[in-house]
């Protein structure tokens, strides 16, 4: 049996929640809250809610002053308002504001109100399932051309896997945030870096000083990885996220640029994360690399810099290491170090995580042509779904 649709009702009067749960608990699931911020706690805590509605004129918080917040609490969420004839104008900048998908006045008849939540329910069913189509479709394209990476260039893959992993995990902590858009974000990062000359990259790679001429180019690549995008449409909050990853978290020097919090989420995840990976893969310990981030003021929204720092330390503690012949590894363990061949070729980088067609391919190496144990740890599993 299908699940009802869960719809909020939110009203400071109890008979008039009564009254809507009694209409609507035949079709729907109904949960309810006494005031905006009871109903703003309930949307943090259950990201199915489907419709919401809520009365105009509330104590503490209007209606519309909730809708709004509710909007950005969890934008998916379709949202009714109920208002008194005398309420109009107000309900006009509610919908403006809150983006409001109807407005009904009170008192409601049962099948008007009945068919507003069908309508409600069957758009945020629209709304959801264009939203996973698009991420899913997205994110496979994307996987794709990094497993095509990964047998171009290792080094690059590498970085690439543990940036990803770095950022879905630390935005996971943040409420609210689109982790999806983050982590395409991630995944597209370091796309610019393959217009560097291979000196410049290598330079970077090892954390080695740049020529003024190198620093300007590493310096256009965010705007270089947006403009490969710019022709991609529906992704207005991963090219923000890529086009102000070097934004300081104190402002950039334009005076109309964004600063602090206004900094997209997914631009203050990336510049921590991304800058952590280079310095670590210049050779720095996991806590110098998180001291000269520390160091470096003004420049990282600090609070996600020590949410990161306690990611890591808590992972440090979960990890199970495992040294295996690398005829054992299994798909989803990621690599702790470099794989080489005995040659010296770099076979898989440190922070990759194998997959199917990887464990195929050490299956078809020769005996003895890999430098063994590998060291792994079992994938941690990510955040859910939203």
């Known amino acids: 049996m299908a699940t009802k649709p869960r719809v909020l009702c939110v009203d400071d009067e109890p008979g008039v929640l009564e009254g809507l749960a009694l209409t609507l608990r035949r079709g729907f699931e109904v949960l309810t809250a006494e005031s905006g911020k009871a109903g703003l706690e309930a949307l943090a805590h259950d990201s199915t809610i489907a419709v919401v509605i809520s009365d105009m004129r509330m104590p503490g918080m209007s209606g519309a002053a909730f809708l709004a917040r509710a909007r950005a609490t969890t934008p998916d969420a379709i949202r009714l308002l109920l208002t008194g004839h005398a309420e109009v104008d107000a309900a006009i900048a509610a919908i403006n504001e809150g983006q409001i998908f109807r407005f009904m006045t009170k008192p409601c008849p049962p099948h008007t109100l009945l068919a507003a939540v069908e309508a409600a329910v069957e758009q945020h069913r629209l709304v959801t399932s264009e939203r996973v189509l698009l991420e899913q479709t997205l994110r496979g394209c994307i996987q794709m051309l990094m497993e095509v990476l990964a047998l171009a260039d290792p080094v690059a893959f590498g970085q690439v896997t543990r940036i990803q992993r770095y950022a879905a995990e630390l935005a996971s902590k943040v409420p609210g945030a689109q982790i999806w858009s983050i982590e395409v974000a991630a995944m597209l990062s370091q796309l610019g870096y393959i217009s560097l000359a291979p000196e410049t990259l290598d330079k970077l790679r090892r954390g080695k000083p740049l020529t003024p001429e190198e620093d300007a180019a590493a310096a256009r690549l965010p705007q270089l990885a947006e403009q490969f995008m710019a022709g991609i449409p529906r992704l207005d909050l991963v090219r923000a996220a890529l086009t102000h990853r070097t934004t300081p978290f104190a402002g950039g020097p334009r005076p109309s640029g964004p600063r602090g919090k206004d900094i997209p989420l997914g631009a203050r995840v990336l510049g921590v994360v991304c800058d952590f990976d280079w310095l670590e893969a210049g050779g720095l310990s996991t806590p110098l690399a998180l001291d000269t981030l520390r160091g470096r003021r003004d420049r990282y929204d600090h609070e996600l810099l020590e949410l990161f720092a306690a990611m890591l330390g808590s992972r440090e503690r979960e990890a199970e290491v495992l040294e295996l012949p ?59 779904a939203e």
């Open 326 to 384: 690398i005829r054992l590894v299994r798909a989803e363990m990621v690599f702790l170090e470099d794989v080489r061949m005995r040659t010296g070729t770099l076979l898989v980088a440190r922070g990759q995580e194998s997959t199917a067609g990887l464990v195929e391919r050490f299956r078809n190496l020769p005996v003895g042509a890999v430098r063994e144990p590998v060291r792994v740890v079992l994938k941690k599993r990510g955040p859910p």
